[in-house]
T-cell receptor
C-alpha cells in the first residue's frame, strides 16, 4: 500500500535559518505529491504540489522537487520567519482513481525570533 | 467566498453514545471527504462523497458512516462511541474534476472527545 514517511519533529530554528523537512514515499505507479500546512487551531492548507518526476512545486518561498529516483519530496525554505511556525504534512495521491490522500505523520516547525 | 464550514467545533460525548458531525463545502464544490486526525495514527482517510454517493472508503469499521445531501452538505456519524474515537475530524471539499492531483480545501475540524 501507499505510505509517506516524514522526519520526526519538532524542528526548532531561529528566524532566517534554512529549513529542510525530509519526506519519502512508497506508492504504486507515479503519484502526485503535496505539502500541506496546518496552523494552530486551523485546518490544513495546500502549500505546494508536484504531479510528475522532476517537477518543482513552490509557494511563499517554500520549494519541493519530485525525485522519482529517490522517491522523495523534501520541503525547503531559504529563510524561515516566525509566521512559518506550524505543522507540515507531506502527502500523496495515487492514480488508481481512489481519491484519498495518504499523509505523513507531520513535522512541527517552531521558529524563534 | 466562504470556506469549508464544520460544526460543531467541539463535542464531548461518553462511550456508547453516537454523534453526528456536519460539513458545508465551498459553494460549487461537489466532493466532500472526511479525515480523522489523532496524535497516534496521524491523518487517515475515512470516506469521500460525490453526488450524494459514497465513492471511496477508508479502513474504518462500520460504526463510521456518512451521507451527502443534494446541496453537497455532508454529515458523518459515529455510533457506539469508543475512547479511541477521540480525534479531530476534518472535512475537505473539492470541485472533483477527473484529475487526481486536485486541491483539497479543509475545514477547521470538529474536535471530538469521548469520555
Amino acid at each position: 500500500g501507499n505510505s509517506v514517511t516524514q522526519m520526526e519533529g519538532p524542528v526548532t530554528l531561529s528566524e532566517e535559518a534554512f529549513l529542510t523537512i525530509n519526506c519519502t514515499y512508497t506508492a504504486t505507479g507515479y503519484p502526485s505529491l503535496f505539502w500541506y500546512v496546518q496552523y494552530p487551531g486551523e485546518g490544513l492548507q495546500l502549500l505546494l504540489k508536484a504531479t510528475k518526476a522532476d517537477d518543482k512545486g513552490s509557494n511563499k518561498g517554500f520549494e519541493a522537487t519530485y525525485r522519482k529516483e529517490t522517491t522523495s519530496f523534501h520541503l525547503e525554505k531559504g529563510s524561515v520567519q516566525v509566521s512559518d511556525s506550524a505543522v507540515y504534512f507531506c502527502a500523496l495521491s495515487d492514480r488508481t482513481g481512489r481519491r484519498a490522500l495518504t499523509f505523513g505523520s507531520g513535522t512541527r516547525l517552531q521558529v524563534q525570533p | 467566498k466562504a470556506g469549508v464550514t464544520q460544526t460543531p467545533r467541539y463535542l464531548i460525548k461518553t462511550r456508547g453514545q453516537q454523534v453526528t458531525l456536519s460539513c458545508s463545502p465551498i459553494s460549487g464544490h461537489r466532493s466532500v471527504s472526511w479525515y480523522q486526525q489523532t496524535p497516534g495514527q496521524g491523518l487517515q482517510f475515512l470516506f469521500e462523497y460525490f453526488s450524494e454517493t459514497q465513492r471511496n472508503k477508508g479502513n474504518f469499521p462500520g460504526r463510521f458512516s456518512g451521507r451527502q445531501f443534494s446541496n453537497s452538505r455532508s454529515e458523518m456519524n459515529v455510533s457506539t462511541l469508543e475512547l479511541g474515537d477521540s480525534a479531530l475530524y476534518l472535512c475537505a471539499s473539492s470541485p472533483r474534476t477527473d484529475a487526481t492531483n486536485e486541491k483539497l480545501f479543509f475545514g477547521s475540524g470538529t474536535q471530538l472527545s469521548v469520555l
